[in-house]
C-alpha cells in the first residue's frame, strides 16, 4: 500500500509518545474519507499505542476488510491479539502479513516474539535470524536473537549479540532490558540492574524494564536467586514433563521423608515467590517505588490473606477452638485461587479463577460454620472434603496445564 505525506508526521508523533493527538488527526481524516484503509490502520497503532487493545483491534480489522492485501493491518491485528493473551490468532495475523510481505524485519520479530513467549527458543531464534537478514542492524530482532540464545544456553553468543545491537544504538532502552533479562537468567542480578536502570532511564515509563528490574531486586535473596534458576530451567521442559516432575518429586518424597522439607519449599516458592518477595520489596526504598499499582495491590491481599490465616490458627490451637482453627486453614488454602489468579493473562480465565476462588471460600464459611455449631462430623466431613478437594482439582487444573 503506497505511503502518503500525512504518514510521516503520524509515525512522528507516535514516536513522541504523543499518540493522542496522533488519534485525533486520523479520526479527522477518517470523518472526510471513512474508506481510507491506510488511515484506519495507522488509527489502530495509535490506539494500540494507548492500550486501547479492543479499539485498535477493531481498526485493524476494518482496513484488512477494507484492502484484504494490507500486510500493516495483519501486523496490527497480531499485536492487538498478542496484547490480550490471545497467541494462537496473534500468530495467524502475523503470518498472514508475512505471507503478504516476507522482508519486513518487524514482522518477523513479532512472530519471534510469540513463539519466545509460548517457550519455543529455536523457533524465536530462527525468526529473529531470518529477520536480521532483511535488516542486520534490525534492533528489536537484536535484542530477540540474544535472548533466544540465552534460553538455548549459548549465553557467549547472547552477550555478543546484545553489544553488536547496543553499538548500532546506544540509546535504545528495548536492548538495554534485554541485556538486563540476559544478565538476570544468567544469575548476576547486580548486572542486571545496572541495564534496567539505564532502560529505565531512557525510557520511564516502560513496563518491560520495570518488571525486570522488580526481578533483578528480589534475585538479591538467595532463595529467589536458587527459585529463579529452577523455574528458568523449568521452563526448557513441556508441559507433561514439568507436571511428570513434580509428581515424581512427590512419590519420591513420600520414600525418602528427608526430601519432603525441600519438596513442600518448591511447592511454596512455586506458588507464593512472587507476592512474598514483592512484599519484601516493600521494605526496600527502591523496590517500594518499582512495584506496579496491581503488585502492590496483591502483595496487601496476600498479607491479609497469609497473616490472618496463621493468626487464626495459632489462636485456634492455642484456644482449643476448632472453628477458628479450622478457618485459618480455610483462609491460608484460599491463597492458592487468589494468587494463581494473578498468575493468569487470560481474562476470561481470569474470571472462571475468582468464581471458583469464591466457590471455595463459600464451601469453608460452610464447613467452619458447621464445627462452630457443634454438629457431629457427619456434617463437617462432607464440607471439608469438597473444601481440600476442590483445592487440589484447583492446583491441577490452573497451575500444571
Not at 125 to 134: N, S
Not at 251 to 278: I, K, Q, T
Amino acid at each position: 500500500m503506497p505511503v502518503t505525506h500525512w504518514t510521516e508526521r503520524i509515525l512522528l508523533l507516535l514516536r513522541q509518545e504523543r499518540a493522542p493527538q496522533a488519534e485525533q488527526e486520523l479520526r479527522q481524516m477518517l470523518h472526510d474519507d471513512p474508506t481510507d484503509a491506510l488511515a484506519h490502520g495507522w488509527l489502530g497503532m495509535a490506539l494500540l499505542e494507548q492500550n486501547k487493545l479492543e479499539e485498535g483491534q477493531q481498526e485493524a480489522e476494518l482496513a484488512i476488510h477494507l484492502a484484504p492485501e494490507y500486510d500493516f493491518a495483519y501486523y496490527l491485528l497480531s499485536l492487538a491479539h498478542l496484547r490480550q493473551h490471545r497467541p494462537q490468532e496473534a500468530q495467524q495475523a502475523i503470518e498472514q502479513a508475512l505471507a503478504l510481505d516476507p522482508a519486513d524485519p518487524n514482522y518477523h520479530h513479532t512472530l519471534g516474539i510469540i513463539r519466545f513467549r509460548r517457550g519455543q527458543w529455536e523457533a524465536a531464534l530462527r525468526a529473529a535470524e531470518t529477520g536480521l537478514r532483511y535488516d542486520p542492524a534490525h534492533i528489536d530482532c537484536l535484542g530477540l536473537r540474544g535472548r533466544a540464545l540465552a534460553r538455548l544456553g549459548r549465553r557467549a553468543d547472547a552477550a555478543d549479540t546484545l553489544q553488536e545491537a547496543l553499538r548500532h544504538d546506544p540509546d535504545a532502552a528495548g536492548t538495554h532490558a534485554d541485556a538486563g533479562w540476559v544478565a538476570l537468567e544468567a544469575g548476576r542480578p547486580k548486572q542486571a540492574l545496572g541495564f534496567f536502570r539505564e532502560a529505565l532511564r531512557l525510557h520511564p515509563t516502560s513496563d518491560y524494564a520495570r518488571e525486570g528490574l522488580v526481578e533483578a531486586l528480589k534475585a538479591r535473596y538467595w532463595l529467589y536467586r536458587g527459585f529463579l534458576k529452577f523455574a528458568y530451567w523449568s521452563t526448557t521442559l513441556s508441559d507433561g514433563t514439568r507436571r511428570a516432575l513434580f509428581i515424581g518429586l512427590w512419590v519420591l518424597a513420600r520414600f525418602v521423608p528427608l526430601l519432603l522439607p525441600l519438596y513442600l519449599l518448591l511447592v511454596f516458592m512455586s506458588w507464593f515467590a512472587d507476592p512474598l518477595f514483592n512484599s519484601l520489596l516493600r521494605l526496600n526504598s527502591h523496590g517500594r517505588h518499582a512495584l506496579s499499582p496491581d503488585q502492590v495491590r496483591q502483595s496487601n491481599q496476600f498479607l491479609v490473606l497469609l497473616l490472618g490465616g496463621t493468626v487464626a490458627v495459632a489462636g485456634g490451637l492455642l484456644g482449643q477452638l476448632p472453628a477458628v482453627e479450622l478457618l485459618g486453614y480455610a483462609t491460608l488454602g484460599l491463597l492458592f485461587p487468589v494468587v494463581g489468579t494473578w498468575r493468569l493473562l487470560a481474562p476470561k480465565r481470569q474470571r472462571q479463577s475468582m468464581w471458583f476462588a469464591g466457590g471455595l471460600a463459600v464451601v469453608g464459611l460452610i464447613a467452619v460454620g458447621l464445627v462452630a455449631l457443634g454438629l457431629p462430623q457427619t456434617y463437617v466431613t462432607p464440607a471439608l472434603a469438597l473444601y481440600f478437594g476442590g483445592l487440589v482439582v484447583y492446583v491441577w487444573t490452573y497451575a500444571l496445564r
